[in-house]
Every structure is written in structure tokens, then in C-alpha cells.
């Protein structure tokens, strides 16, 4: 059941982390599929998370709301019964846009904002790479304190978006971010994450990541995810990250199997800016 304020249909996932084109240009999806292939797995909706991430050389996006709202509003007209699709985005965060960012999501009628660290000294890691040049404990902890940056500059978002994502270019031999290797800096990201009442997300495009570099375990770090629980965290989005029709739902069972394991019992998807439970 999803319970709490939604009035979702019964079902027992949500897709709250997927990208569709023309408005994430990285997609090979369109909205229709998304929400095609999001029901078919029995889901009780999806969020559209398009990409905003401007000022930025390569890897920039971004996308016009106006447009992006007029394709949901016609896209709800024709779901499946029972079926929730919401509004979302995921935010690239650098320090100039937080401003920007405020604004954007106090004026429109965003569902669920994930904020997101795609960039360390103005470059995408995912084509820019050298600072994994300057060892594993520069790079790591120079993506941790980005995104402690973005937990501190308020609460224009709502979900902390693949805290990861810096291990999936980092070219290292063993590249899995782990709790034991940056516990300060973690603590501080959870401690002001949970004060704002943002959820921590776990995302599947990162396991993916690990599995296709051949880690033996390529599920996140468990002493992570039971940290944050320590210190009082309870909300956590799962997202597929889906930019394919093949990737919306990616290991949920595996993923369900790993959070029922570390004690947690539901999930979070956020409507109208507010968790709603997903009991898993």
C-alpha cells in the first residue's frame, strides 16, 4: 500500500528518479514509454526527473518548465487507471545556482526535487575526470563536501540525489565509496540532510555502475545507509535513475531485499513537496 497523504492506488513501488526526451537529452525514452513501462512493473506511478543542469561546458542541460509542464498536463489525460505522474527535476548543483534553484521551485508546481553534484570545479566528472588524478581521498571528499554545500544552502530540494555518482568515473580499482573512509564528512551531510527533512536516496544507476566494473558486491555500503538510521535518518527514495525503457525498476527486488536487511520498512516518494510512504 502507499499511505500517508498521496491517495495512490495500492501498489508497492514508486519510480521517483527517471528521465525521458526531449527534456533530458541523455534520454532515449520518451514520457509515454516512462509511464508505459512504469506500469507494466505494477508500479503506482513515476516522478519525471528531468535534467537541469546549466553553466556548465560540456555535459550542460536544461529545458524550458513552461513546455515541460504543458507535456505533463497532457500526459495525465491518457494514464493508465489508478496510475500517479508527477512532477519533478533533478537539479545540477553549483554554488552560483542555489539562488536560482530557490526560486525555481518556490514558483512552480513541482512534486519531488531531487538536488544533485554533477560537477566538481565547474566540469561534469563524467567527461572532465582529473581530479581523480589527485587520489581517492581528494576526489571523495571533494564530492562530499559539494554536496554538504548543497544540504547547507536550504531546502529548495527535496532528495539528495545519488550521493555516489563520483564512484562511477573514478577509474579506481576499487571504487566503492564507503562510510569508514569519510565518516566526518558523511555525518555532517546526514546530520543536515535530516534536519532539513530531505530523504537520502539510493540509486540504482551507481549499483549498476559497480556491477559492470565487476565488484564482487556492488550494492552501496551498507555502514552508510545504517549511519544515517543511526543518527535519525528515515527517509529513502529509491530511483532507477531510468534513462531506457529497460532501466525503470532497475534491481527493486534486490534493492527492497537490501533496505528490508539494514531494518528499514519503507520508502519515500514526495507529492506536492511532502514524503509519502512506500511501505516496502
Not at 492506488?9 to 514508486?14: G, S, V
Not at 527535496?158 to 569519510?182: C, I, K, M, N
Amino acid at each position: 500500500d502507499v499511505v500517508g497523504q498521496s491517495g495512490v492506488a495500492e501498489a508497492t513501488m514508486f519510480e521517483t528518479h527517471a528521465h525521458t526526451r526531449p527534456f533530458s537529452p541523455d534520454a532515449i525514452q520518451s514520457l509515454d514509454e516512462l509511464v508505459a513501462s512504469a506500469s507494466a512493473l505494477g508500479f503506482a506511478g513515476t516522478v519525471a526527473t528531468e535534467h537541469m543542469d546549466p553553466d556548465l561546458g560540456q555535459g550542460e542541460m536544461w529545458f524550458d518548465l513552461d513546455d515541460f509542464f504543458a507535456a505533463m498536463t497532457s500526459a495525465r489525460s491518457a494514464l493508465p487507471d489508478g496510475f500517479r505522474l508527477l512532477n519533478g527535476i533533478e537539479a545540477g548543483y553549483q554554488s552560483h545556482l542555489a539562488d536560482r534553484y530557490r526560486d525555481m521551485t518556490a514558483t512552480h508546481p513541482f512534486d519531488h526535487v531531487i538536488g544533485s553534484v554533477h560537477a566538481l570545479r565547474g566540469d561534469d566528472i563524467y567527461f572532465v575526470q582529473d581530479v581523480f588524478l589527485e587520489g581517492r581521498e581528494t576526489a571523495y571528499g571533494a564530492y562530499l563536501d559539494a554536496l554538504i554545500e548543497m544540504a547547507s544552502s536550504g531546502r529548495w530540494f527535496d532528495v539528495l540525489g545519488h550521493y555516489d555518482y563520483v564512484a562511477r568515473f573514478s577509474g579506481y580499482a576499487e571504487p566503492l565509496l564507503t562510510y569508514r573512509e569519510q565518516p566526518d564528512r558523511f555525518d555532517r551531510l546526514f546530520r543536515q540532510i535530516i534536519a532539513n527533512g530531505q530523504a537520502l536516496e539510493l540509486n540504482a544507476r551507481s549499483i549498476r555502475a559497480m556491477e559492470r566494473v565487476g565488484l564482487r558486491d556492488p550494492m552501496p555500503d551498507p555502514d552508510i545507509f545504517l549511519r544515517y538510521r543511526e543518527l535519525g535518518g528515515d527517509l529513502i527514495a529509491v530511483g532507477s535513475d531510468a534513462h531506457a525503457t529497460n532501466e525503470v525498476g532497475l534491481y527493486r527486488s534486490r534493492i527492497r531485499d537490501y533496505l528490508l536487511g539494514l531494518g528499514f520498512r519503507r520508502t519515500f516518494v514526495y507529492i506536492d513537496r511532502s514524503p509519502v510512504d512506500i511501505p516496502l
